[in-house]
T-cell receptor, first 114, second 114 residues
């Protein structure tokens, strides 16, 4: 158990809908990272938050947004969902703002868009 | 631009033998970090080892070692004394301080044979 909790574990929704994925980082970790893993794109870095502020941005679509709350949990919002958004979404956390240390991954949320 | 290349889609290794998983990278940033993660069939991402671009010595973590050759821009993972539980996908990844993003390779599927 990495100490990073993601909910829900599985999510099935229809095209055009909006979903929210939740991540609770390990106790004491200030950074949260979101990743998308799909068969055709591989593992893609989406976005990083550090202590409530956006720190780095990767291949995140405009239809997607994220935030980190004062209690350090984070949410990834996916809207106007398309079939191609079906993927495994990982959250990871690390103590610091720069990823030169070990990042601990959650179990992932498997999103299926039908 | 940043790029991670893993050229071995699949590898087989006999139990108790050593195996090397290849990873080459490309970045113009002088400050970066290289990581290896393991993803078993259960789906979670497990951190294995980290190497910083300024680290003089190759990183080691138990049975895992990273063969870092900076001039060749390679960061191969060496697993010694393979075990059946090592069967998994292995991802090489890079964090770039300048680009402020994480890039993953497409992964190598390792199967350990009894």
């Amino acid at each position: 158990d990495s100490g990073v909790t993601q909910t829900p574990k599985h999510l099935i929704t229809a095209t055009g809908q909006r979903v929210t994925l939740r991540c609770s980082p390990r106790s004491g970790d200030l950074s949260v990272y979101w990743y998308q893993q799909s068969l055709d794109q591989g593992l893609q870095f989406l976005i990083q938050y550090y202590n409530g502020e956006e720190r780095a941005k990767g291949n995140i679509l405009e239809r997607f947004s994220a935030q980190q709350f004062p209690d350090l949990h984070s949410e990834l919002n996916l809207s106007s969902l398309e079939l191609g958004d079906s993927a495994l979404y990982f959250c990871a956390s690390s103590p610091e703002g720069t990823e030169n240390t070990e990042a601990f991954f959650g179990q992932g949320t498997r999103l299926t868009v039908v | 631009a940043q790029k991670i290349t893993q050229t071995q889609p699949g590898m087989f290794v006999q139990e108790k033998e050593a195996v090397t998983l290849d990873c080459t990278y490309d970045t113009s940033d002088p400050s970066y970090g290289l990581f290896w993660y393991k993803q078993p069939s259960s789906g979670e991402m497990i951190f294995l080892i980290y190497q910083g671009s300024y680290d003089q010595q190759n990183a080691t973590e138990g049975r895992y070692s990273l063969n870092f050759q900076k001039a060749r821009k390679s960061a191969n993972l060496v697993i010694s004394a393979s075990q059946l539980g090592d069967s998994a996908m292995y991802f090489c990844a890079m964090w770039s301080g300048g680009y402020q993003k994480v890039t993953f390779g497409i992964g190598t599927k390792l199967q350990v044979i009894p």
